[in-house]
């Protein structure tokens, strides 16, 4: 059975840690120490494990990593200044968009990305976005579901890579959640018309169903 790469980002080192994982024996082996010129925090993998996105703060930016198909190794690519600290970094399922959500500055931002995964200038920023907290695709890339937890809502935009203001408030722009709750961490579900989000600060977990065909949000259930 093929190991697993398996990727840990250090803050205080600067740097992602590449380990393989053997799933039989339980086995890690470090394999590569990626060196970053800022505190890393979130990272990306994409879909089909080709490119890796981090976050960096101090020196705040977007930066992007080819993964070796064998060993799950990185090759940087090419870093671009974020405006805002990175907190959660998103990407299309076509690699042709990236995006930081930023707690501290309350805002998003689009970047375009090259065929080969070079990152371009942010060419959108939303702001007044309060403890933006996530971007979360849906699986065909049309839609964007963002977690503002100072707000206790979730912002729903449509995605359009070949615009150059990518992403358009959906209608409704927002599902608001229990006040209180700050809405944090979101996932879809595997059929893409379920998501679920895990709120922060009353522990809650949120069942929403999502109506792909015009990024609707609806409150089902919560525990």
């Given at each position: 059975?093929?190991?697993?790469?398996?990727?840990?980002?250090?803050?205080?080192?600067?740097e992602?840690?590449?380990?393989?994982l053997?799933?039989?024996?339980?086995?890690l082996?470090?394999?590569?120490?990626?060196?970053?010129?800022?505190?890393?925090?979130?990272?990306?993998?994409?879909?089909?494990?080709?490119?890796?996105?981090?976050?960096?703060?101090?020196?705040?930016?977007?930066?992007?990593?080819?993964?070796?198909?064998?060993?799950?190794?990185?090759?940087?690519?090419?870093?671009?200044?974020?405006?805002?600290?990175?907190?959660?970094v998103?990407?299309?399922?076509?690699?042709?968009?990236?995006?930081?959500?930023?707690?501290?500055?309350?805002?998003?931002?689009?970047?375009?990305?090259?065929?080969?995964?070079?990152?371009?200038?942010?060419?959108?920023v939303?702001?007044?976005?309060?403890?933006a907290?996530?971007?979360?695709?849906?699986?065909?890339?049309?839609?964007?579901?963002?977690?503002?937890?100072?707000?206790?809502?979730?912002?729903?935009?449509?995605?359009?890579?070949?615009?150059?203001?990518?992403?358009t408030?959906?209608?409704?722009?927002?599902?608001?959640?229990?006040?209180?709750?700050?809405?944090?961490?979101?996932?879809?579900?595997?059929?893409?018309?379920?998501?679920?989000?895990?709120?922060?600060?009353?522990?809650?977990?949120?069942?929403?169903?999502?109506?792909?065909?015009?990024?609707?949000?609806?409150?089902?259930?919560?525990?």
């Amino acid at each position: 059975m093929p190991t697993i790469p398996l990727y840990v980002s250090c803050a205080a080192s600067r740097e992602i840690l590449v380990f393989s994982l053997d799933p039989e024996a339980g086995h890690l082996t470090l394999r590569q120490r990626q060196a970053l010129p800022g505190a890393g925090l979130p990272l990306k993998l994409s879909a089909d494990r080709s490119l890796l996105l981090a976050g960096t703060r101090d020196a705040d930016a977007l930066h992007t990593f080819a993964v070796a198909p064998d060993d799950g190794t990185l090759r940087p690519i090419g870093q671009v200044a974020s405006p805002g600290a990175p907190t959660y970094v998103g990407l299309t399922p076509q690699r042709d968009l990236a995006f930081v959500a930023s707690y501290r500055d309350n805002l998003l931002a689009a970047f375009p990305l090259a065929a080969d995964g070079t990152p371009g200038t942010a060419c959108q920023v939303l702001r007044d976005l309060p403890r933006a907290h996530a971007a979360v695709c849906s699986a065909d890339g049309r839609w964007l579901l963002v977690p503002t937890l100072g707000a206790d809502a979730i912002r729903s935009y449509a995605s359009v890579a070949t615009s150059a203001a990518p992403l358009t408030p959906a209608v409704p722009p927002t599902v608001e959640v229990r006040l209180g709750s700050g809405p944090r961490h979101l996932v879809f579900a595997a059929d893409g018309r379920q998501a679920y989000c895990l709120n922060d600060l009353d522990n809650s977990l949120d069942a929403f169903d999502f109506d792909p065909a015009c990024g609707r949000l609806a409150l089902r259930q919560s525990l």
